[in-house]
């Protein structure tokens, strides 16, 4: 798996992104071994991004119609119903392609199954290293889209073992960069131990400067977290959330979890804790220590093995109280595909979470390995079929673009005059995400935080990391945060935009759900140069609010 | 008391050392933890030039944290230090697959 040494790579189709999405998604496009296919992921595949941290929970229940109302339900009617439904149509196919690689698909429950996050990116990867018309770019990120005439013609890449920075030329690509959550927040699920998974949301931001829509963007969710980020791995046992949950005086704020939909992922649960705090009886606790103890045989080992570190720690939840603060989890917004993950941009594809119009207000534990799975195999196969297709782009003149992103980069490795710290500058962003782009909102603050997000995109120049090139950590979270940056100011802005309060995205100033203005996307693209806010209808063609 | 962990951690940038060599870091512990955990606060708080692979799936199961501590193979986000004691931290191969510090190209095998 030797990078050649290069200026510039072409192939068929990239994929950008090493979780699920991205290792499906290469196995499909490349299979029968007649297009050229790249993937390239900043971390090792099974090694990197957050699919080796889901514990596997999978939504796929007998019965496609309850999926899809539970789905549609807890979305507050945001999803795109067209691109939900073809989702659980194709659950079963996609499970099949998974088990004929060895995948481990184990049931569990009434509503699903286990899919093993590291077992199936192992065994992707395996099968991925094996075919001739495959390159796996690890430790390779990408920064940038190019663009010729609307469509997609390739990227730019930054290897971060030797600090080239080179071209990839691609007829098509496909997006399964994950997450925008993680990083924005000061606290978050996505990091176990409190250790970052550097959830940046690179890719979104690279697909809006390439023109590409975003869909609701302020649908972002957030969870209860135990303060003690040695705990976090709690968050994978809903035995551990059952309740109840008690304040500082000891009162109880929720004892039934079970009433929600979504249980302790409800933004009404979440509305309810985060009331807790604003009124002073912080923090709260969930404290299970009466509760009769919950039956843990699983027969999954990796959950078992989870379970007894937690337990090792001396942190087991039935005979302590777990202290608990709100971070972030899951953007239900992204970029806006249809249900072939197609983007607004030729060329461009999806899958994963960075697709939006799946979730709506409000994702629900489970969908998303159904989503990631699927779309990354539904994503491959389109854009072999669009690469097959179309007819390849010539010469492209992209030299001055990878030369402009060369300067950027490497920027950031440069000595400055007046020097600013890439951790104050991030802490400054995840501080101002946290007062203002939070459980509740309003006015007043988005514009507050728009205002500080400009202020801190000011200084983005001015980080300065040190000068070494090789697998230099503080580079490579520098170059994402420029991007977070941009990210901040999307979800900020659509916010702002939307006058009303559903699912997570709730605003002060406009309470309440308003079908009649608001049962639409908010889209943000841009256009001339400038951020554009827009609406789009959302496909209702099975399930509409009752009137 | 022994308020302090020592890691001494193996470190080589083929770039610009001539041969690795070991470098201690007196990092203030109130409590147990985790070598992964240790190595992050050493990166964030002390030496920024320090690499290794920080990333955490929480499950023991990724490999990526796999490296040589006190000389045996073992995952640093599972292996807790303890205050007052010291821990020597290598690369998990070494001059194969070597990168930088304690970073090794992800193999084939498993």
């Known amino acids: ?547 | 008391m022994g308020d302090y962990i020592t890691a001494k951690v193996f470190r080589y940038d083929p770039d610009r050392d001539e041969k690795p060599y070991f470098k201690s870091y007196r990092v203030e512990a109130d409590g147990q933890m985790s070598v992964l955990v240790l190595l992050d606060r050493i990166q964030r708080e002390m030496d920024q030039t320090i690499s290794f692979r920080s990333y955490c799936c929480g499950l023991q199961t990724c490999k990526s944290c796999l490296m040589k501590i006190n000389n045996k193979k073992q995952f640093a986000c599972m292996t807790v230090v303890q205050p007052g004691e010291e821990v020597v931290l290598e690369p998990v191969t070494y001059p194969d697959n070597h990168l930088k510090d304690l970073v090794v190209r992800a193999s084939d095998k498993e």
């Open chain 1, 1 to 547: 798996m030797n990078i050649p040494s290069h200026d510039r790579m072409t192939c068929d189709v990239l994929i950008i992104g090493g979780g699920g999405s991205g290792a499906l998604a290469g196995l499909e496009a490349s299979e029968g071994g007649k297009l050229k296919v790249i993937l390239a992921s900043k971390g090792p595949i099974s090694q990197s991004g957050l699919t080796p941290t889901g514990n596997g929970g999978t939504a796929f229940s007998g019965s496609i119609e309850h999926l899809f109302k539970n789905m549609v339900t807890a979305g507050n009617y945001l999803n795109d119903q067209d691109v939900i439904w073809s989702m659980f149509s194709q659950t079963q196919d996609a499970i099949e392609k998974l088990k004929r690689i060895g995948v481990t698909v184990t049931p569990l429950g009434p509503h699903g199954i286990c899919v093993p996050g590291v077992e199936t990116l192992s065994l992707a990867r395996r099968e991925l290293s094996k075919r001739s018309n495959v390159v796996l770019l690890e430790d390779v990120l990408i920064t940038r889209l190019i663009h010729e005439n609307g469509k997609i013609i390739g990227a730019v890449a930054l290897d971060l073992i030797t600090a080239e920075l080179f071209e990839i030329v691609a007829t098509a690509v496909i997006l399964t960069t994950g997450g925008i959550a993680g990083e924005l927040y000061p606290r978050t699920s996505n990091n176990p131990f409190g250790i970052t998974t550097d959830a940046s949301g690179t890719g979104h931001v690279m697909a809006y400067q390439a023109g590409a829509h975003l869909i609701d963007m302020e649908m972002m969710a957030f969870v209860p977290l135990p303060t003690d980020p040695r705990c976090l791995n709690l968050r994978y046992f809903p035995e551990f959330w059952r309740g109840p949950y008690l304040n500082r005086h000891g009162d109880v704020v929720e004892s039934d979890i079970e009433g929600y939909l979504g249980g302790s992922y409800s933004y009404l649960f979440l509305q309810k804790l985060a009331r807790e705090f604003e009124k002073g009886n912080g923090p709260v606790y969930v404290d299970q220590r009466a509760m009769e103890k919950p039956d843990h045989v699983s027969g999954i080992r990796a959950w078992d093995r989870r379970r007894r570190y937690i337990k090792s720690l001396g942190i087991d939840p039935n005979e302590n109280r777990i202290e608990l603060a709100i971070g972030s989890h899951f953007c239900m917004g992204g970029l806006y595909v249809n249900e072939k993950t197609e983007t607004t941009i030729p060329g461009l594809f999806a899958a994963g979470e960075i697709m939006g119009g799946v979730h709506g207000g409000l994702r629900l534990p489970g969908y998303s390995f159904t989503q990631m799975i699927v779309f990354g195999f539904i994503a491959g196969r389109q854009a072999a079929d669009y690469a097959t297709g179309v007819l390849k782009t010539g010469e492209s003149s992209s030299y001055q673009i990878v030369e402009k992103e060369r300067e950027r980069i490497f920027n950031f490795l440069e000595q400055k005059r007046n020097p600013v710290s890439l951790r104050a500058l991030k802490n400054r962003l995840q501080r101002e995400m946290e007062r203002d782009v939070f459980i509740f909102r309003d006015k007043a603050g988005l514009e507050r935080a728009l205002e500080e997000i400009g202020k801190i995109r000011e200084e983005v120049t001015r980080i300065q990391v040190p000068s070494f090139k090789r697998f230099n950590l503080d580079w490579v979270r520098a170059v994402e945060f420029s991007m977070m940056v941009e990210g901040a100011e999307i979800i900020a802005r659509s916010a702002l935009y939307r006058e009303e309060s559903r699912g997570f995205h709730y605003r002060r100033d406009f309470e309440g759900r308003d079908d009649r203005r608001w049962l639409k996307h908010t889209v943000v693209h841009l256009q001339g140069g400038n951020l554009t806010l827009d609406t789009a209808p959302v496909v209702l063609d099975r399930m509409r609010p009752e009137e």
